[in-house]
């Protein structure tokens, strides 16, 4: 049986794609699935870091395309866990390195032997993005309860559901204070807008960053409340029906926007 | 042969609608010039072979001696199906008689194809040319592009006639409408009603909240100052003494 390909994309930059594909391979590996991390941003590779597996790369996803190597020589293994792999990216090509036809072809051989194949979209609506999208068969859009982020995810989920339909969402620092003040865009708000189903919010929390400096995902850690938030979404991406807590406070951010002209 | 020249006239001025039309070429109609607003329409038999067309059209327009020199034309071909030779000989035809060419009108594909390529704009019909430069009222009969569907970011629709959208028009979104534009659903992006110039066009929202909105020559802009909260109505956005207004809309079509 194949396994799923999953791209993990945004449009905006820095909104956690790879912060997000790291937990959820390493989420989804802790129940015992078969993963692959494909790390989709050739020139600009990160998920490595985050992963802490930088010194262990020999070769990369170009090599692979390329025929330098064989597909299971370049997948890094995780130190925590062996049923997850990575396939880094290589840090000296282009973009333009890979063809879409040559990444479908990759996720093809890959997901026979793995179920999941998670790949780290490059921001951007170029080349790198539609290299990561090729070989997929589901999307997740990450963005930020902020404005711009959320006209990107919407240009991005414009231009995917040509190809994968609708995708899946996940809203990634969402600070319930700032919610609760009125002054950042809620749940119901980001919804209204993109209008695709939603997977999960990840609240805004510090623990991210120290995690990622130190290459072991947030998930790993049990109590910190953006890690239970991911440790939720793998259950909801396995099937199961996990309640998303609500993020609303008190009325909409939006509409103190947008009031305008001459109104009678 | 008959030349009604107050109404050719009326080609160049700005008032006069529509005038019938004129000039037939020849005993049997081979062609027709028709004064319509956007200027002299060439309505061509799409059934008479080409090549006596042509001479037709040669003949007429040397008895005119020169009064269609510089007019705007319109080239109704109907369903004929044109190749380039026949094209390329009524251009040079058109050009040597100093005609300028606006749009051509044609139903059959290969044939829109062509002045497609030759690089005259091509559209479905007369009616539906003429519907964008008309004035009020834009709501009935005539021509509207139906969508259902939510245009996200990037994503645009440009209509001659008048657009209805079932689904949101997010920010960074576009409709560009010959009429008007109606969104059943919410309204974030830009929308330009009665594009370019068409101040009578109005746009219907479920909910309008656009940063800028523009109807025909005028650009409406969020006020950035105001911060009220208010529970989403039907709201219509139209031109009055120079300026977009926005009011409730309950349904009733009418002008104040």
Redesign the interface.
């Known amino acids: 049986m194949s396994g799923r390909a999953i791209v993990i994309t945004s449009g905006k930059g820095g909104v956690g794609k790879t912060t997000a594909t790291a937990n959820l391979g390493v989420g989804l590996a802790k129940h015992g699935c078969k993963v692959v991390m494909v790390d989709g941003d050739i020139g600009l590779r990160n998920l490595d870091i985050i992963m802490g597996l930088e010194n262990r790369i020999v070769y990369h996803l170009v090599d692979v395309v390329r025929g330098r190597c064989q597909v299971r020589q370049a997948l890094v293994k995780d130190k925590r866990f062996p049923n997850l792999c990575l396939l880094p990216a290589s840090q000296v090509d282009q973009k333009e390195a890979i063809t879409p036809e040559q990444m479908r072809d990759l996720t093809a051989q890959l997901r026979e032997e793995f179920d999941f194949v998670l790949i780290d979209c490059p921001a951007g609506i170029e080349q790198g993005f539609r290299n990561a999208v090729a070989g997929a068969d589901e999307a997740i859009v990450i963005t930020t309860p902020d404005v711009s982020p959320v006209r990107d995810a919407d240009r991005v989920i414009g231009l995917l559901q040509n190809s994968l339909g609708d995708p899946q969402l996940i809203i990634n620092r969402m600070s319930p204070e700032m919610v609760k003040r009125g002054d950042m865009l809620n749940q119901q708000d980001v919804l209204d807008i993109l209008a695709v189903r939603l997977l999960g919010i990840v609240p805004e929390d510090e623990e991210v960053v120290i995690a990622g400096n130190r290459g072991a995902p947030v998930i790993l850690n049990e109590r910190s409340r953006s890690g239970q938030a991911y440790a939720r979404i793998v259950r909801r991406i396995l099937g199961e029906d996990v309640p998303i807590p609500e993020f609303n406070g008190n009325g909409s951010f939006l509409n103190r926007l947008g009031r305008f002209f001459l109104r009678r | 042969m008959i030349f009604l020249l107050q109404h050719i006239v009326s080609w160049s001025g700005v008032e006069t609608p529509e005038c019938e039309g004129i000039v037939s070429g020849g005993g049997e109609e081979l062609f027709t010039i028709k004064g319509l607003k956007g200027g002299p329409t060439f309505l061509f038999n799409d059934k008479a072979p080409f090549a006596e067309v042509i001479k037709a059209v040669e003949e007429e327009l040397a008895r005119a001696n020169g009064f269609f020199r510089d007019s705007p034309a319109i080239l109704a071909f109907g369903s004929r199906v044109l190749n380039k030779e026949e094209w390329r000989a009524l251009k040079e035809i058109l050009h040597r008689e100093g005609l300028l060419l606006r749009y051509a009108v044609a139903t059959e594909p290969t044939s829109r194809e062509l002045l497609y390529k030759e690089g005259l704009p091509v559209r479905d019909s007369l009616a539906a040319a003429q519907e964008t430069k008309k004035g009020p009222p834009t709501i009935k009969g005539s021509n509207a592009l139906y969508l259902r569907r939510?245009l996200?970011?990037?994503?645009k629709e440009v209509f001659e006639g008048n657009v209805v959208l079932v689904g949101?028009v997010?920010?960074?979104a576009e409709i560009l409408a010959g009429g008007d534009a109606i969104v059943f659903g919410?309204l974030?992006g830009v929308v330009h009603a009665g594009y370019p110039d068409n101040r009578e066009a109005v746009v219907i929202a479920l909910n309008l909240?656009?940063?800028q909105?523009r109807i025909g020559p005028f650009i409406?802009?969020?006020?950035e100052g105001?911060?009220?909260?208010?529970p989403?109505q039907p709201e219509i956005?139209r031109v009055k003494d120079e300026?977009?207004?926005?009011?409730p809309y309950h349904g009733d079509y009418r002008r104040p």
């Open positions: 939510n996200r970011s990037g994503q949101d997010n920010q960074g919410t974030r909240v656009p940063l909105l409406g802009r969020a006020d105001q911060n009220h909260r208010r989403p956005a300026r977009i207004v926005i009011e």
